[in-house]
């Protein structure tokens, strides 16, 4: 298994619970709003990470990541949105919320690390 398939692995399942989750939450306007909204941040996060790590550049890598980190984060304001709508099953939300936050620490910290590898890199270059 390469480096990263875990996570990759946990994105996707993320990404699959909350379009599960979405397709039992109620017809109404304001619902379908909020799990539309939060079924393409979620699902946006897995393809993203597999881009991430696709070889191109550190510079890339660092902004890809950052992309990822953009939609957990998202995904985060609305599941927190729809838990103090009222909107879901509470436990369930709980759950993905855990989880969405977990990812993304996970994410930040990767960001961090490979952040300072590029700022070694250009120190070691003479850039800086």
């Given at each position: 298994?390469?480096?990263?398939?875990?996570?990759?692995?946990?994105?996707?399942?993320?990404?699959?619970?909350?379009?599960?989750?979405?397709?039992?939450?109620?017809?109404?306007?304001?619902?379908?709003?909020?799990?539309d909204q939060?079924?393409?941040?979620?699902?946006?996060?897995?393809?993203?990470?597999?881009?991430?790590?696709?070889?191109?550049?550190?510079?890339?890598?660092?902004?890809?990541?950052?992309?990822?980190?953009k939609?957990?984060?998202?995904?985060?304001?609305?599941?927190?949105?729809?838990?103090?709508?009222?909107?879901?099953?509470?436990?369930?939300?709980?759950?993905?919320?855990?989880?969405?936050?977990?990812?993304?620490?996970?994410?930040?910290?990767?960001?961090?690390?490979?952040?300072?590898?590029?700022?070694?890199?250009?120190?070691g270059?003479?850039?800086?």
């Amino acid at each position: 298994m390469a480096k990263g398939d875990d996570l990759l692995d946990r994105l996707i399942r993320f990404g699959v619970g909350v379009v599960g989750f979405a397709g039992t939450q109620p017809k109404t306007t304001a619902a379908r709003h909020m799990t539309d909204q939060l079924v393409r941040s979620a699902t946006a996060c897995a393809p993203s990470y597999a881009e991430a790590r696709s070889g191109g550049s550190l510079r890339d890598f660092v902004h890809k990541l950052g992309i990822v980190r953009k939609e957990l984060n998202e995904s985060y304001v609305w599941l927190r949105r729809l838990d103090q709508a009222g909107i879901g099953n509470k436990e369930r939300l709980a759950a993905l919320l855990k989880e969405c936050d977990e990812l993304c620490r996970i994410i930040s910290a990767s960001k961090k690390t490979a952040e300072g590898r590029l700022s070694h890199d250009r120190v070691g270059q003479g850039e800086l």
